[in-house]
Each structure stands twice: as C-alpha cells, then as structure tokens.
C-alpha cells in the first residue's frame, strides 16, 4: 500500500520552544572554528572582480579525476564529465513561461544559505556556489556556509571563502547532515535558512519565490521544483512540475504524479504545491520558525529520515509545506551513495526512521512495523531517548498524527 495523506494542524497557537536535543558542542563562536570572507557590501563590479580572482583552475586541479581510474569511485557519479562541465555554465530556463511574467516584492528578507557535504567532489561544490553567486540577487544573500563534515582535505571548503559570501565551518568529527545542517543554522544570521545539498546548480530567478511564500507566511516551508543532472552526463533535465511528495509506511519517500483531477484543479500553473513531505535536501524556512519548531531530531545519524521528521513536525505544529512551480534547481541524483555509514547504510535509516515514527505518528506507527518487522528488535535499546524526545517535543503542542480526510486533500487514485 502507498497513502500520501497531510496531517491535522493545530487550530490554537502552537508552543515548541524546546530544542530536541542537546548540541552544546556546537556552540563554538565563528573565530573559533569557521572561516569567512568580508565581501557582504560589494558593488557588482567589485563582485565579479572577487569571481574572477579566484584560482578555480588551481583548485580543481588539486582533486582532479586520473585517467585510468574507474570515473564512479569516488563520488557514485561519472568524475570524469563532472569535471568537464564548466562551474559557470549557462542553463536552459525550465519555468512555465507565465512564472517569467511574475514580480516579486522589493524588500524579500536575505537568506543564509546553508550546504554541508562530507567528501564532495570539489567541481559539483564549487558549480553549487557559483550557480548560486551567478543567478542571486546579491543583496538576498546574506552568507553562504559551507559545513564541512569533516572532509578528508579541509582546503575542500576551506580554499572557497575566497568567494564571495562564503563561510566555512569544519566539523572536528563526523557528524552526518543532520547535525551539520543544525550547526550551519546556529551559525546563521539571515532571517530566512535555505538549506541545498552540495551538488546542485541553481536555475534562473529561483529564490525569489521561495523567499516571496516565506514571507507571505513565516510558518511556510518551500521546496523548489527538482530538476535531475544526470549522474553519467551531468546533463541538465527538466523535471516535472506535476508532482508532489509522498510515502510508504517503511516512510521510503516517493514522488507522486499529480491526477488529472488534481492538475485540473490548478487553473494557474504557477500556484505552488501543498504537499505532505519534502524530499529534503533543497528547501527554503523562516530561521525563526525552525528554531520555533525545534529544528532537526540532532540524535538522528549520518542521513536519512530526517525529511519526514521535519515534514512531520511542520504540519503537526501548524504549518505548510510547498513545491514552487517557479522554482527550479538541479540536482545529481545517485544510485548509492559514495560514503560510508558507521553502522550500516540500512541500520542508520531504520534508526532515523523509527525515531520519526515514535515521536509523531501516534497509533499509525504500527503500520511502520508492519512495513518494517526489524526495527523492533533495535527499539529498546533507543526508548530512552525517544521518551525524552516525546516529552521535551510532543507534549506540550498535544497534537496527533491523524490521516486528513479524503475528500479535503487531493490524493492520487492509486494510493489504496
């Protein structure tokens, strides 16, 4: 069975205050332990004199893909046409005509825009930043932080403040995504996070309507529309705007086409999405109400899950999730991924997950063991901290996951 449902939200004020977990290791002030550049007022001439000084091919050069070598080791896509792919390289506008037809307010709040990585390729992250420095509005950047977890090189991140806006902070262990980005927004300064993975390239004019829904609702959270770069050709392909998020009860995400019902409904192909969960790697939410909310479950591992505990913890405390249609950003897709998991690629993720299912899906996480009989059998062993969890997050909202009622959301027909 696969069920895309939302989640009653609270119709009172919502109060969660408390962060989920202790990070108190993460406390270290910037001098300590990141590196910035000052390049935050720069007219656009003294912008791009920044970009063009830096030492791109010098840096490139140092991690470069060696012929002979099998192109996937590393990094699980082709090395060798990553690198052949210029970091600045021009990219097919792929928004409905009628999204180039919208304008934005003038005073959209700056945002910090938040990537961690762990072993990037050095061209996939330095395409990310540039991507990012070539189609932003200057002044809607207020940083960009780069969180190094704890990469084998530290000039990975450390050699690319020499951009502009760029910080860099560098783990001391490893301490996977979830963690990273908790750090990352600590750090932060602007009034709106932005959270992208490192190997991704930004299209046309897609910040400002994410940051326009934002303001609009700070209790809104939005995800643009996904593009693919092929993993084999680094190609640039545009994805559907059809589509929303959706899941098993193993809590595997999964796209969902839009019905032709559904996509009836939207007269104007520039509305954006509700949909129940994000696929989690590229969104945009106010700083304020992450921290509100409580921001990430810290005690999650490595990666995975963490985007239905987000998801979840967004609708159950009274806000939205959104796809933006004008909204588009690339990203290279994987089959596995290139770094190791402590305990297991498949033990992290049942331990993400279950947590996700303990702490908010109420009588529902039955169907998480039906889906999945071995997580079990680990749960004992994590029920102190999931009561913690359960106390500190969940009692004092007194909100419930709850399927929302067929006929008051749209869902596809096959989800039965």
């Known amino acids: 069975m696969f069920f895309s449902f939302f989640f009653q939200k609270n119709q009172g004020p919502s109060l969660l205050t408390v962060s ?20 935050l007022q720069l007219s656009e001439a003294e912008w791009d004199d920044l970009l063009d000084q830096f030492e791109e091919k010098s840096y490139l ?6 012929p002979g070598l ?18 600045n390289r021009a990219l097919r506008d792929t928004r409905h005509y009628r999204c180039t037809t919208l304008h934005y307010g003038p005073d959209l709040p700056p945002t910090s825009i938040v990537i961690t990585f762990h072993n990037e390729a050095r061209a996939t992250l330095l395409r990310t930043i540039r991507s990012i420095l070539n189609r932003t509005p200057v002044h809607l950047i207020h940083e960009i932080i780069l969180v190094d977890d704890f990469s084998d090189d530290p000039n990975d991140c450390l050699l690319l403040t020499k951009l502009p806006k760029v910080k860099c902070l560098r783990n001391d262990r490893r301490e996977g995504l979830i963690r990273s980005r908790v750090r990352g927004a600590d750090m932060a300064r602007g009034e709106v996070l932005t959270f992208l993975d490192s190997h991704c390239e930004v299209n046309k004019d897609w910040l400002l309507p994410l940051l326009q829904r934002v303001k609009e609702d700070r209790t809104r959270v939005v995800s643009p529309v996904i593009d693919i770069i092929n993993m084999d050709t680094f190609a640039y392909v545009a994805a559907s705007a059809d589509l929303r998020g959706g899941f098993d009860w193993s809590l595997h995400f999964k796209w969902e086409q839009l019905s032709a019902e559904q996509r009836a409904r939207r007269a104007d192909p520039t509305e954006p999405i509700k949909t129940p969960i994000i696929a989690g790697g590229l969104f945009v939410i106010d700083r304020s109400w992450f921290n509100h909310l409580g921001k990430y479950d810290t005690a999650m591992d490595i ?3 963490e985007n239905f505990e987000i998801s979840f913890r967004v609708w159950m405390c009274g806000g939205s999730l959104e796809i933006v249609p004008c909204s588009r950003v690339g990203h290279v897709f994987r089959k596995k991924h ?5 305990d297991g690629n498949a033990n992290t993720y049942i331990k993400n997950t279950r947590r996700t299912a303990e702490v908010w899906m109420d009588e529902f996480k039955l ?3 039906w889906a999945r009989p071995a997580a079990p059998r680990e749960l004992r062993r994590q029920r102190p901290a999931v009561l913690l969890l359960l106390f500190t997050v969940v009692s004092p909202i007194s909100l419930g996951f709850r399927l929302y009622p067929h006929n008051h959301h749209p869902v596809s027909e096959h989800n039965h």
Not at 338 to 342: A, L
């Open 367 to 369: 169907f998480y063991y």
């Open 338 to 342: 290139p770094y190791v998991f402590p």
């Open 61 to 66: 050069n140092a991690r470069r893909w060696k």
């Open 70 to 87: 099998d192109p996937y080791k590393l990094h699980a896509f082709n090395q060798r046409e990553c690198e052949r792919t210029p970091s």
């Open 303 to 305: 990666w995975g899950g």
């Open 20 to 39: 989920t977990l202790s990070v108190s290791y993460f406390a270290t002030s910037c001098m300590d332990n990141c590196v910035e550049n000052d390049a």
